[in-house]
């Protein structure tokens, strides 16, 4: 398993990725609208920054929002073995927010831990076909 992204909740997606691309010096590896959200990659060489913007105001983006503001949701790892990965945190007594793998953005497959169970971090799983 490894670092894959660090999610950064905004309500001005084109704003953030202007300044964070400015000041970073990194492009936009991938954009895309899904599940009410409009999403961007930036590529860091070693990981990404995924900013996430809510389209409307029924997801958990835009709770997140309203409840605390912008700033960091998650933290993404990746891992070749998502299933085993959900094994482990189950027999670890992790509460998993996805009992089973579900399409995220950019069509890896994801799912996500609680953050009761993880000191009070959200984390994503991420399937990656390589770490």
Do not use: Q
């Amino acid at each position: 398993m490894r670092f894959d992204h660090a999610g950064v909740a905004t309500a001005d997606l084109d704003s953030l990725l202007e300044f964070y691309t400015e000041l970073l010096d990194v492009t936009v590896a991938h954009e895309e609208t899904i599940d009410g959200l409009r999403v961007a990659f930036l590529d860091l060489g070693n990981g990404y920054v995924e900013l996430l913007e809510p389209v409307g105001e029924d997801n958990a983006i835009a709770s997140y929002l309203d409840r605390n503001g912008p700033g960091i949701h998650h933290l993404a790892m990746g891992t070749v073995d998502l299933a085993g990965a959900l094994d482990r945190a189950r027999e670890m007594g992790v509460e998993l927010i996805d009992e089973e793998p579900r399409e995220g953005a950019w069509g890896h497959d994801v799912a996500f831990l609680h953050p009761k169970s993880t000191g009070g971090v959200l984390v994503e799983f991420v399937g990656r076909s390589r770490e």
